[in-house]
Each structure stands twice: as structure tokens, then as C-alpha cells.
């Protein structure tokens, strides 16, 4: 599974959403369900798929679809 399709799978649980219904340039203020609560959602997907705590900075930087397929990517490079 490409880093595009486990980052969308992985936003979709977070949000309760289908990965189908995220379009390709979701943002934290374009998708409506991408809320506070969805967002430590997806902070702790993130965490249980990379096997790792993300530091603050990681986090914070999280507020699009590419953010964490970058994220993905760079850490299965590793």
C-alpha cells in the first residue's frame, strides 16, 4: 500500500469518514470533520502505525492530507 493510500485510510478512521469522500488537498480548515477530536485521532493512528510517540513539532506540523504522507514516507526511509 503506497504511503498516499495508508495516510487517507489512516485520516478517514480518525474522522469517521469514507477515504473516498477526502479530496486529494484536504486541510484541517477544508475538511469539516477534521475537528480537535479528530485530530488527536489521527495523532494517535499516526503514532500506533509508525510504532512511535511523535514529538511536538511532528504534530504540529500536521494539518494537511501531504503532511502525513510526507510523514509516512519519511519515516518507512528509515
Not at 487517507?8 to 477534521?34: C, F, H, M, Y
Not at 511523535?54 to 504540529?60: G, V
Request: proline content about 1%; charged content about 30%; cysteine-free.
Amino acid at each position: 500500500m503506497s504511503a498516499n493510500q495508508q495516510a487517507r485510510e489512516l485520516l478517514a478512521q480518525a474522522l469517521g469518514i469514507n477515504a473516498s469522500a477526502l479530496p486529494d488537498e484536504a486541510t484541517i480548515t477544508t475538511v469539516e470533520r477534521w475537528d480537535s477530536l479528530g485530530h488527536m485521532r489521527l495523532l494517535l493512528a499516526i503514532e500506533e502505525k509508525l510504532a512511535r510517540e511523535l514529538s511536538a513539532d511532528e504534530a504540529i506540523a500536521i494539518d494537511t492530507l501531504d503532511d502525513v504522507i510526507r510523514l509516512i514516507e519519511t519515516t518507512s526511509e528509515r
